[in-house]
């Protein structure tokens, strides 16, 4: 490149103080992008974020949970299936958020419109936009998980005040799936991928990570895998706080698998946003 | 290449905008951009003219700051590319060469996202983009998604876009490539006024009507190098003649033709597929000549020699190859 003088130290510190303003600042200018865009489809993303959680709280929570009750509720932690199944399925909806929209939305903003192309003619650079859609996702998680809160509530699907903590722990729960999806995303020229993380990563996590029935009726050889999952952290979480029994220490480790992958998430997307977008 | 280096890359003066020296641009084995010099000046319309694949995209890209140099110097607006990114696109305007707007968009919101990515407050945005609009004669489809608009508009779009932070270099990439003739001559109108308010200008063609109605100086690039370079005159006073004879003979009769009209002695003689040029200093003159050689073409063309004609000589190929 071209030779410099060597800067003098203030002005150095003075130019990563200013990267470091500008980092943020940069950041929310692409979240505000998202925002713009979303106020064209959010009537129908909203539809789906009552829908989805009245659907499942209502046919699996009450239909089949009445079934499932008349067997005791000894391996449920003694509360009816409903309260069992209910945090459950907020983390699921949180994971379900947080990998669609760090799907189709990045490739399209790289391959199909190619508007990550025009945002870095401006001065954004590949990280403020991965940081901006980040955003953009723990908005969209917010909501939804808020929602699915609402509706969790208004079917008496809870048992304790710190329910209210469950709501940034499913964004997290969330955010750990979108951060390192986003990642990969940005290096895709295809959507055929997708299918097999929705049908290969999505659904079985959906349904053997704890949302439905306990991870200790699995077979002993399955459990350490579901342990893997992220998802199980995060309907971990969620349930213990919904129904009150948390404990610290527990909390604390499923929290920092969560964060742990969020953050590796974000250093690899870094990387992967700079290398597709500066060639 | 001295004498180039005489004319287009000079002793670096306070209004050189950009400074280019030894630039190369590699991708693995392949060399896009080979070691190329050139400076441009404060207020000057500047073009890389060059077949697909020459490298220009790639100048441009690394210009841009979203293409890492592979060597060389490079230095935009006196800062460097790599380090500072970020302060230099604030000062540049862009027209990529594939429409990158968002479609699903208005036309105005894609102007005020734009203007929000330079940190721009709304009211100065909304100001710009009634005057940008006007500008480009799209006013009255502000309010309009962007996804149904021609292939002009959306172009004419795209500069407006490029213009919302009052940049200081307008960088366009095959600014009408796709276009129709009439689109493509809107589009030169606008550039030719831009150029007029004292916006510098660095774009690429492979036209060369493009390139002589807009560009003050430009290097031919072939290659990933710098074939020549200058103004358009300049090319082709040095590398052409006044004139071109284009002729056509019957098929049958254009090898014999062309061995022929070594007699005419012109500079240079061409022999195409289709068509013999001969470079002369005067067209009629050596029409005349052609027929009292008893040759009979079946048509004939005097014209003005065109930087296609340079870029010929210089690679012995044409442009569209």
Same mark, same amino acid.
């Given at each position: ?279 | ?103 699903? $968009? ?15 407050? =709304? ?43 009052? %940049? ?34 660095? $774009? ?27 103004? %358009? ?31 005419? =002695? ?30 009979? %073409? ?24």
């Amino acid at each position: 490149m071209a030779p410099q003088a060597p800067a003098a130290p203030h002005a150095q510190v003075a130019r990563a103080a200013a990267v470091h303003a500008s980092r943020w600042a940069f950041a929310v200018r692409e979240f505000r992008f998202w925002l713009t865009n979303y106020r064209r489809t959010w009537r129908g993303s909203i539809y789906s974020s009552v829908l989805n959680p009245l659907l499942y709280l209502g046919s699996i929570g009450v239909g089949l949970g009445t079934l499932v009750n008349k067997h005791g509720d000894a391996r449920l932690g003694g509360v009816s299936y409903l309260v069992f199944l209910a945090p459950g399925l907020l983390a699921a909806a949180a994971m379900e958020t947080g990998i669609g929209e760090s799907t189709y939305p990045v490739l399209a903003s790289v391959k199909w419109l190619k508007t990550y192309h025009a945002a870095v003619a401006s001065p954004l650079r590949p990280s403020d936009l991965f940081h901006g859609h980040l955003l953009f996702i723990i908005v969209r998680l917010a909501m939804n998980c808020a929602i699915f809160l609402g509706a969790m509530a208004a079917f008496g699907a809870v048992r304790s005040p710190w329910v209210l903590a469950a709501l940034p722990v499913a964004m997290l729960t969330g955010l750990a799936f979108a951060a390192p999806i986003e990642a990969w995303a940005i290096t895709l020229n295809k959507d055929t991928s997708f299918a097999m993380i929705f049908r290969f990563g999505m659904i079985p996590l959906f349904l053997f990570s704890g949302t439905f029935f306990p991870v200790s009726q699995l077979p002993g050889w399955a459990q350490p895998i579901a342990y893997a999952t992220p998802l199980w952290h995060g309907v971990v979480l969620c349930r213990a706080l919904s129904l009150g029994t948390a404990s610290i220490g527990g909390m604390l480790a499923h929290v920092s698998y969560l964060t742990a992958l969020t953050i590796a998430g974000i250093i690899v997307g870094n990387r992967t946003y700079r290398r597709r977008l500066y060639v | 290449m001295s004498g180039l280096a005489g004319s287009l890359a000079g002793v670096p003066g306070p209004e050189d905008l950009i400074r280019a020296r030894g630039l190369t641009k590699r991708f693995g084995e392949f060399t896009a951009v080979d070691g190329i010099d050139f400076d441009l000046r404060r207020g000057e319309a500047f073009g890389f003219l060059g077949p697909n694949g020459a490298g220009k995209s790639s100048t441009m890209r690394m210009i841009g700051c979203v293409s890492p140099p592979t060597g060389g110097e490079l230095t935009i607006l006196g800062l460097d590319p790599v380090a500072d990114g970020p302060r230099i696109r604030a000062r540049l305007g862009v027209v990529p060469q594939e429409d990158t707007l968002d479609v699903e $968009l208005t036309v105005r919101e894609n102007l005020l996202i734009y203007g929000r990515y330079f940190g721009l407050p =709304r009211d100065v945005i909304s100001e710009r983009t009634a005057r940008l609009l006007d500008f480009v004669q799209l006013t009255e489809r502000g309010d309009d998604q962007v996804e149904p608009l021609s292939g002009g508009l959306k172009r004419r779009l795209t500069i407006a876009r490029s213009l919302i932070n009052e %940049p200081e270099i307008l960088l366009l990439d095959e600014p009408t490539t796709g276009l129709d003739p009439q689109a493509r001559h809107v589009v030169w109108d606008r550039l030719f006024r831009l150029k007029q308010q004292g916006v510098t200008l660095v $774009l690429t063609t492979h036209y060369m009507d493009e390139a002589e109605q807009l560009c003050d100086r430009l290097v031919v690039l072939d290659g990933g190098k710098i074939a020549a370079g200058g103004s %358009p005159r300049e090319l082709i006073e040095r590398y052409s003649t006044a004139e071109v004879l284009e002729l056509r003979f019957d098929p049958g009769e254009h090898e014999q033709a062309a061995e022929k009209l070594a007699d005419v =002695r012109a500079e240079r003689t061409e022999v195409l597929a289709d068509r013999i040029l001969l470079y002369i200093p005067n067209g009629d003159v050596a029409l005349s000549a052609v027929r009292n050689l008893g040759l009979e %073409p079946l048509t004939s063309l005097v014209r003005r020699s065109t930087l296609e004609d340079i870029f010929l000589r210089l690679t012995g190929r044409r442009l569209e190859d």
